[in-house]
């Protein structure tokens, strides 16, 4: 067993490990549990979020054991150095990982939970969610900030970005699911495009984005956005494309 807290919170050490093993029978859960087990647990004054991730393949197994770091590992390490950077995330607290002869059996992530208003994704679904343009201004000069600082979100899709509304009618922006990051003493333009192109279908959203974008960045308004469109296209086929080859294997399989 690999177990590791947060030094913020090594009064609680026992009770998140006696949390942790108590996950499959107790908790509330939160979200579908589809691929990974996310639970709610209360821990003293704080709701605590618990990831379980998806039972390793057996190549992985392996891996996870003797060449990478774990994605509960990595969740916690990165969430750590997020907060250093001065990026918005949960507050990490621990992490456990569970090791048997053959590699990595299991793994855990705990966080502090985090309530918000909304997600990225309710900006691409409800076209006039209340001050949505403003939104969006702000979550791009968020992510060209992320990008300053030589951060790669590779998993910078909709749902991954928790926005909350402060009281002075600011945003501030959240990320989430963290185990695929990397970082760089600097990203090129072609880079940060990128990074952006898995957010949005909506060309529209796409115009508002990279009109903040040019305001920060030293590239026209129009080749920021070309650019940033055609690989937002590009993804958007490549998803598409892999969702009908899913369906003609399930039809196949039947």
């Known amino acids: 067993m690999n177990f590791k807290v947060n ?5 609680e050490t026992t009770s998140i490990l006696d949390t942790i093993n108590a996950f499959s029978n107790k908790g509330i859960l939160f979200g579908n549990g589809q691929r990974n087990i996310i639970k709610l647990f ?4 704080k709701t605590i979020n618990i990831k379980s991730f998806k ?7 392996i891996a996870y054991k003797y060449f990478r770091k774990s994605k509960a590992r990595r969740s916690f390490e990165y969430a750590t150095i997020l907060l250093n950077k001065g990026v918005g995330t949960p507050q990490p607290i621990a992490f456990l990982e569970n090791f048997n002869w053959l590699g990595l059996r299991d793994s855990y992530y705990v966080s502090e939970h985090l309530v918000t ?4 994704r309710e900006l691409v679904e409800i076209p006039d969610y209340p001050d949505r343009e403003n939104i969006l201004r702000q979550f791009t000069r968020f992510s060209f900030d992320l990008h300053e600082k030589g951060i790669e979100f590779l998993d910078h899709s909709p749902g991954n970005t928790l926005i909350r509304k402060n009281l002075d009618g600011n945003y501030s922006f959240f990320l989430v699911d963290l185990n695929r990051m990397e970082f760089h003493e600097s990203m090129t333009f072609e880079m940060r495009m990128k990074n952006l192109c898995r957010l949005t279908p909506l060309k529209e959203m796409v115009a508002v984005m990279s009109n903040e974008y040019a305001k920060l960045y030293p590239e026209s308004e129009q080749k920021t956005f070309d650019t940033l469109w055609k690989y937002t296209a590009d993804f958007q ?3 598409y494309r892999k969702k009908r080859l899913k369906k003609k294997l399930k039809f196949w399989k039947k």
């Open 42 to 45: 209360d821990l003293k004054d």
């Open 55 to 61: 039972i390793p393949n057996l190549i992985n197994k």
């Open 237 to 239: 086929e490549q998803f």
């Open 7 to 11: 030094p913020i919170f090594t009064t």
């Open 117 to 120: 208003e909304l997600t990225f």
